[in-house]
C-alpha cells in the first residue's frame, strides 16, 4: 500500500539558516510520482516540485532543492538560506495510477517551517 | 491564484443536514480531484474526475458523492453531516492531456465547512 511518511512535525529555524525536510515513502508499483506542496498561512496549496519514478536527477530553483533517492525511498526538500515567508506546512505526496485509468495521491502529515527573524 | 475556484468559501451547517461545494476548474483542464484536510485525518484524497467520467476514488465516504458536469465544473455533495465532517475540502484541476502519468495538480482555495 502507499505511505508517504514526514517524520518531521514542526521544525523552527532562525533567518538565513538552510533546512531540509524528510520524505520517505513506501509503494509497490514501479512507475509513480512524487510532489511537494507548501500551504502558507493563508491556507492555499501551492505547487513546489513534481518528480517521477523513473527520473533521479536532483533538482534546484533557486534556494530550494530536491535530493530523490529511489535506493532509500526518500525524496527530501531542502531550503537555503530560508526566509521568514517560507514558513508554511510543506507536504510530501505520492501519485499511483489506478486500474481505472486515474491516480491516487497520499499526502504525507506535513512538516510546520518556522523561520524565525 | 491557481485558477481553481471554489465556493462557498465558508459554510455553516447543522448535524444531518446535507450540503453542495462547488469547484471551476483552471480553464481547459479536464481533470478535477477532491480532498478533505482535517486535523485528526490531514490531507485526504476523495475523488477524481476526468472529463465527466469518475476515474479515481479514495477514501470517500458513502455520505458523500460528486460529480463533473459537461461544462466541468464539479460539485461535492455531503449528506447527514456530522461533527466529524468539519474540514477544509479542496478542489483541485490538472490538464488531463497526458495519459498514463500523473499531472501536477492545481489547488483551489478551499471551502470551510463547519457542522454544529
Known amino acids: 500500500a502507499q505511505k508517504v511518511t514526514q517524520a518531521q512535525t514542526e521544525i523552527s529555524v532562525v533567518e538565513k539558516e538552510d533546512v531540509t525536510l524528510d520524505c520517505v515513502y513506501e509503494?509497490?508499483?514501479?512507475?509513480?510520482?512524487l510532489f511537494w506542496y507548501k500551504q502558507p498561512p493563508s491556507g492555499e496549496l501551492v505547487f513546489l516540485i513534481r518528480r517521477n519514478s523513473f527520473d533521479e536527477q536532483n533538482e534546484i530553483s533557486g534556494r530550494y532543492s530536491w535530493n530523490f533517492q529511489k535506493s532509500t525511498s526518500s525524496f527530501n526538500f531542502t531550503i537555503t538560506a530560508s526566509q521568514v515567508v517560507d514558513s508554511a506546512v510543506y507536504f510530501c505526496?505520492?501519485?499511483?495510477?489506478?486500474?481505472?485509468?486515474?491516480?491516487?495521491?497520499?499526502f504525507g502529515a506535513g512538516t510546520r517551517l518556522f523561520v524565525k527573524a | 491564484d491557481s485558477g481553481v475556484t471554489q465556493t462557498p468559501k465558508h459554510l455553516i451547517t447543522a448535524t444531518g443536514q446535507r450540503v453542495t461545494l462547488r469547484c471551476s476548474p483552471r480553464?481547459?483542464?479536464?481533470?478535477v480531484y477532491w480532498y478533505q484536510q482535517s486535523l485528526d485525518q490531514g490531507l485526504q484524497f476523495l475523488i477524481q474526475y476526468y472529463n465527466g467520467e469518475e476515474r479515481a476514488k479514495g477514501n470517500i465516504l458513502e455520505r458523500f458523492s460528486a460529480q463533473q458536469f459537461p461544462d466541468l465544473h464539479s460539485e461535492l455533495n455531503l449528506s447527514s453531516l456530522e461533527l466529524g465532517d468539519s474540514a477544509l475540502y479542496f478542489c483541485?484541476?490538472?490538464?488531463?492531456?497526458?495519459?498514463?502519468?500523473?499531472?501536477?495538480?492545481?489547488f483551489g482555495p478551499g471551502t470551510r465547512l463547519l457542522v454544529l
Open positions: 509503494t509497490r508499483d514501479t512507475t509513480y510520482y
Open positions: 505526496a505520492l501519485s499511483e495510477e489506478v486500474n481505472t485509468g486515474g491516480f491516487k495521491t497520499i
Open positions: 480553464s481547459g483542464d479536464l481533470s
Open positions: 483541485a484541476s490538472s490538464e488531463g492531456s497526458t495519459q498514463g502519468a500523473a499531472e501536477t495538480q492545481y
